[in-house]
């Protein structure tokens, strides 16, 4: 089980070529490293732990990570 941080990608950046993103979980703005899900872009929602995006949540997912 994660206990991570669901939240949406509001800004891609490049950190000395670390992909980077910032995700607006609701009470915050994160930074959160996309090596381990490059694929995500700006509006997806995600989840993230220990400063990673681990993965893309579609509708249903993001419902059930947030109850």
Known sequence: ???GTVGVISALRDEDGVPM???DTGAAA???CL???PQAGVGDS???HCGYVLRILDAQEEE????
């Not at 059930?64 to 109850?67: A, C, D, R, T």
């Open 1 to 3: 089980m994660c206990l």
């Open 21 to 23: 993103a910032l995700v």
């Open 30 to 32: 994160v930074p959160a």
């Open 35 to 37: 090596l381990t899900c």
């Open 46 to 48: 995600v989840l993230i």
């Open 64 to 67: 059930e990570e947030e109850s």
